[in-house]
C-alpha cells in the first residue's frame, strides 16, 4: 500500500537497509516494511546554527503546508535534525531546504528526482541520505546526476541510491570515509571504480540486481566477473551480489573478509563453480551463505 507523502520522521531502525530485491516500478511494496517505526518529527538541540533567513524559513513553512507532519512554524523548522518526503512527486526541493544544517537524515524516496542540487553539500551534518527509487541517472558522459556533490558530504554513513538508473560511479565516492551503508541495488551500472573498495568503514554493501556490468576478458573468454578487491573491505559484515548474472565470483576474497556474517549469491550464472571447501566458506559466515 503506498503512503501519502509526508514530511515524518523515520527512525534509524526504519531506514534499515532490507535485502529482498529491488525493481524499477514504483508501486512495489516491501518498502512498506519501513513504516511501521515511525516517530514524531525530531528536533535537535545543539549544533550548527541554521543559515537560513526567517523569509527563507517562512517560504518553506507555506511550501510544506500540504503535508500534515510539516513544522509550522520557523522555530520548530529551524531545529529539525530528520525530514521525510517519500512517495511524492518531487523532481526537486527548494533552495532554501539546503540551508537547514542541522539536518542528520533526508529521506526522499519514491520521488522523480533526477538530479541533486550542488547545495546538498552545504547539509554538514548529514548522516543519512535516501534517495530509493527515483529517476537518479549518472552517465560519465554527460554528469547528469551529480555523485560527486554527494561524495562531498564526508559526515555521510548511510546512503541508498537503490531503484534509480546509476550506469556509473564516480572516483569522489573514495571521500565517503565514514560510509557505513550503501545500497546500490537495481541499478545499470557497468563498472565499479576502484575506489568504491577503498571505502573501509562499510558494514553493509547491496549490489543486488546491478546485471548490467561490462565483460572482462578472463581465460580466454568474456565474462561478467566481480572484482577480486571486494575483499578489501574488512569490515564488511554484509554483501548482496544476487542477481547481477555473474559468471564468476571471487570465493578465495569472499572467505578472506573477517567481518562478514552474510552474503547472498543467488541469482548468477549456473556456470558457476562453487569452491570444494564451501562448508567451511559457510562457517566462515556467521549468519549464512544464501544460494538460493
Known amino acids: 500500500m503506498l503512503l501519502l507523502a509526508g514530511w515524518l520522521v523515520v527512525s534509524l531502525s526504519s531506514l534499515t537497509l532490507l535485502s529482498c530485491p529491488i525493481y524499477k516500478s514504483k508501486e512495489y511494496l516491501w518498502q512498506t516494511q519501513l513504516r511501521s517505526t515511525r516517530s514524531p518529527l525530531k528536533r535537535g538541540g545543539g549544533g550548527n546554527t541554521c543559515t537560513a533567513t526567517e523569509a ?11 503535508y500534515p507532519n510539516f513544522p509550522r512554524d520557523c522555530a520548530t523548522l529551524r531545529r529539525v535534525t530528520e525530514l521525510d518526503l517519500d512517495h511524492g512527486e518531487l523532481t526537486t526541493l527548494p533552495a532554501s531546504m539546503y540551508k537547514l544544517t542541522k539536518l542528520e537524515k533526508l529521506n526522499l524516496e519514491f520521488n522523480h528526482i533526477s538530479r541533486v542540487s550542488d547545495r546538498i553539500a552545504n547539509l554538514c551534518n548529514l548522516k543519512t541520505l535516501n534517495l530509493s527509487v527515483n529517476d537518479l541517472n549518472l552517465d560519465c558522459r554527460n554528469g547528469c ?53 577503498s571505502l573501509g568503514s562499510l558494514v553493509y554493501l547491496n549490489l543486488a540486481h546491478c546485471n548490467s556490468l561490462d565483460m572482462k576478458k578472463a581465460d580466454d573468454k568474456r565474462c561478467k566477473i566481480l572484482p577480486v578487491d571486494v575483499g578489501l573491505l574488512k569490515n564488511l559484515q554484509y554483501l548482496d551480489i544476487s542477481g547481477m548474472c555473474l559468471d564468476e565470483i571471487p570465493f578465495d576474497a569472499l572467505a578472506s573478509l573477517p567481518q562478514l556474517q552474510e552474503l547472498r549469491i543467488y541469482g548468477n550464472s ?10 567451511s566458506l559457510r562457517q566462515s559466515i556467521k549468519q549464512g551463505v544464501y544460494l538460493a
Open 56 to 66: 527563507e524559513l517562512q517560504q518553506l513553512v507555506d511550501w510544506g503546508q500540504n
Open 145 to 197: 546526476f551529480n555523485v560527486r556533490t554527494i561524495a562531498q558530504l564526508s559526515t555521510l554513513e548511510t546512503l541508498c541510491l537503490d531503484g534509480n538508473y546509476l550506469t556509473a560511479l564516480p572516483q569522489e565516492i573514495k571521500n565517503l570515509r565514514n560510509l557505513k551503508r550503501l545500497d546500490l541495488s537495481s541499478n545499470f551500472i557497468n563498472c565499479f571504480p576502484s575506489e568504491l573498495w
Open 270 to 279: 549456473e556456470a558457476i563453480t562453487l569452491p570444494g571447501d564451501i562448508g
